[in-house]
Nanobody
C-alpha cells in the first residue's frame, strides 16, 4: 500500500530553522503534486506550500520568503525548508500527494500522519 511518512519536526526557538521531509513509498507509477499543510490546535488545516510535477511552486502568504518547498522525483520525496520560524508557525505539518499507483490508472490522494513543529518565543 502507498504511504507518506513525514520527518524532521521538533522544537526550535523563534528565528531558527527546520527542514521537513516526506517520503512516499509503495507501488507508485508517478507523483503529480506534493503539498505541505499545517494545523494548529483549534484551527482549520491550511495549505502551506505546493509543488507540481514540473516543479512549479506556490506558497501561503504567511510563509512567503521564509519557507521553500522542493521535490526529488527519483526518490519520491518532498521537503520543506523552514527559515526564520515564528511562534505562529507552531502546528502539526502534514504531507499530501496526488499520485498514480502502479496498478491503478487514475490519480489518487494520500496524506501523511503529520509531524509536530513547535516554535518557542
Amino acid at each position: 500500500q502507498v504511504q507518506l511518512v513525514e520527518s524532521g519536526g521538533g522544537l526550535v526557538p523563534a528565528g531558527g530553522s527546520l527542514r521537513l521531509s516526506c517520503a512516499a513509498s509503495g507501488s507508485i507509477f508517478s507523483i503529480d503534486r506534493m503539498n505541505w499543510y499545517r494545523q494548529a490546535p483549534g484551527k482549520q488545516r491550511e495549505l502551506v506550500a505546493a509543488i507540481t510535477g514540473d516543479g512549479t511552486t506556490n506558497y501561503a502568504d504567511p510563509v512567503k520568503g521564509r519557507f521553500t518547498i522542493s521535490r526529488d522525483n527519483a526518490k519520491n520525496t518532498v521537503s520543506l525548508q523552514m527559515n526564520s520560524l515564528k511562534p505562529e508557525d507552531t502546528a502539526v505539518y502534514y504531507c499530501y500527494a496526488t499520485l498514480r499507483p502502479l496498478y491503478y490508472s487514475a490519480p489518487r490522494d494520500y496524506w501523511g500522519q503529520g509531524t509536530q513543529v513547535t516554535v518557542s518565543s
